[in-house]
């Protein structure tokens, strides 16, 4: 049983497009999160939502729109694709105080 | 804010060495302290934790002991083995909605 699942595993785009990523978790947890890892695997807190909430949103450019359709999912859509938006992005989810657990990761690549 | 400092790699071991990788931590209160493990073309997965000072996480062999005096959480295994060549992030959680601030991560090799 996939816990954590993200599609699509590969998004390879070209500058100026607009896409999305999603995200589902089976865990029954209430908190999500977007993570960004750059090409020198650095790893860095993008938004988190809590039932559906908007929690933290850590001064991404508002190109990038997290949208929360039910506590189950979480998605992420990308406008006006740059080149700097190329980095595996990963989804997590988290229960109370217990640890997060990530998905496999989405490549983007931006040309 | 709240940072974490891991050392530089990549780590380069033979197979049944002693591994050790440093971490060290800045923060307000008292953090949550992971390390995670990223084999290649994988997603991340916890590896062990310690939630308060002088806890013990250990999982797989692998060990690091929550120390407040030192603000550490070093990772150590007494006998490496290939398949443990991954990249291995530290990490902490401080805030009241628990978000991950990580360390950049060091890449271990494991040669035979």
């Known amino acids: 049983d996939t816990a954590v699942s993200q599609t699509p595993k590969y998004l390879v785009t070209q500058m100026g497009n607009d896409k999305s990523i999603k995200c589902e978790q089976n865990?029954?947890?209430?908190?999500m999160y977007w993570y960004k890892q750059d090409s020198k695997k650095f790893l860095k807190i993008m938004f988190s939502?809590?039932?559906?909430?908007?929690?933290i949103n850590e001064t991404v450019p508002n190109r990038f729109s997290p949208k929360s359709p039910d506590k189950a999912h979480l998605n992420l859509h990308i406008n006006s694709l740059e080149l700097g938006d190329s980095a595996v992005y990963f989804c997590?989810?988290?229960?109370?105080?217990?640890?997060?657990?990530f998905g496999p990761g989405t490549r983007l690549t931006v040309t | 804010g709240d940072s974490v400092t891991q050392m530089e790699g990549p780590v380069t071991l033979s197979e049944e060495a002693f591994l050790t990788i440093n971490c060290t931590y800045t923060?307000?209160?008292?953090?949550?302290l992971f390390w995670y493990v990223q084999y290649p073309g994988e997603g991340l997965q916890l590896l062990l934790k310690?939630?308060?000072?002088?806890d013990k996480g250990s999982n797989k062999g692998f060990e690091a002991t929550y120390r407040k005096e030192t603000t550490s959480f070093h990772l150590e295994k007494g006998s490496v083995q290939v398949s443990d060549s991954a990249v291995y992030f530290c990490?902490?959680?401080?805030?009241?909605?628990?978000?991950?601030?990580f360390g950049t991560g060091t890449r271990l090799l494991v040669s035979p």
């Open positions: 997590a989810s988290r229960q109370a105080d217990y640890e997060q657990y």
């Open positions: 865990l029954g947890h209430d908190t």
């Open positions: 939502y809590n039932n559906k909430e908007l929690i």
């Open positions: 923060a307000t209160g008292y953090p949550s």
């Open positions: 310690a939630t308060k000072a002088d």
């Open positions: 990490a902490l959680s401080s805030s009241g909605f628990q978000k991950l601030v």
